[in-house]
């Protein structure tokens, strides 16, 4: 068995972002030389999401409305008390789904026609890190 | 290590259907004779979603009622000023959870008492792929 | 490749209750001897959820606050005709993610600064088993 861990950087000009990272992936199993296995691809701070969905910029505006229809951005959070802001942050990471794992087959991304990776930012304008694990042969 | 990888192919009669498709999986296992490992079970579309849960035709309506209640069919989602009029189905992917991964163990699924494992088409009435990669040892 | 099967029991004196899981975890992935590899955690029944956020009190009260408006503890759900009483339980499960799969790196859990690895318990006094599932090299 093989496996190769990449840690991907991202700083997002706006607080609230949405990137899609699928060539980043797939650049990371070229590197892995790995064949046939599983890519984890999981956000390693608290207040990001990884998910897979359609690059349509429609589709991301909906997201954002639906979030923040349904737990405001400017929700009294018990957690702001500790000095934070962004609560609503944590909670949109778990609606979103948080981390996804991704098939390798013949050495690419087991993608359908329409599915792309994306990272999902919800307090940004900071460098955070995506960590991405493959493991086959 | 060894891999296996198989395409099911789901085409629903309704356009939101929900299907339990753990034989299916346990048959791909059965048939990957792998005996240790991890299953990876990924919708190849972006309108219908994986989830493990009880197969309970009322638990499956309050589903269907919790989706429609949060974010309805009927809004009027940027995502379908592309023509398109699924944009809930790519919200309520994300609400159920996408896609789930699942231990091998003694050549079987290791599921607790009632973990059963559905496809939940959104946006059905044509065929759609799940992707089921399989791998271990 | 090696594999290592872990069942961690769990019993809460609360019927809704959070449990920082990341200490039982790291021992189970010290004892498997993996260096290398991948770890699911995945809830055995179908009322809980395993997911990744804050140690953090304030956010635990926001999350259960958060379920509780999204769809109620008290909603005549038609899971609950069975004689059940949990419908919300199974809705909440989808909600927080049901499930999540980590890296194993030099023999340790790969974690961002503030991410721990919780069971989200919403109707327990009652023995439950998650399981632990290793696989790597």
């Given amino acids: 068995m093989k496996s190769h861990t990449k840690y991907l950087i991202f700083k997002t000009e706006k607080r609230i972002d949405f990137l899609n990272i699928t060539e980043e992936i797939e650049d990371a199993i070229k590197k892995s030389k790995i064949k ?18 359609d690059a349509e910029s429609g589709l991301i505006q909906d997201f954002k409305e639906w979030l ?40 690419s991304l087991d993608l359908g026609p329409w599915e792309q ?21």
């Fill in 36 to 53: 046939e296995g599983l890519v984890l691809i999981n956000p390693m701070h608290i207040t990001a999401a990884i998910y897979v969905n």
């Fill in 117 to 137: 990776i994306y990272y999902a930012e919800f307090d940004g304008q900071r460098s955070k890190r995506v960590l991405v694990k493959i493991i086959g042969e």
């Fill in 68 to 107: 923040e229809k349904s737990t405001s951005m400017k929700h009294n959070y018990h957690h702001n008390n500790t000095g934070e802001d962004n609560g609503y942050a944590h909670i949109w990471r778990q609606m979103m789904g948080h981390q996804v794992t991704m098939a390798v087959t013949n050495g």
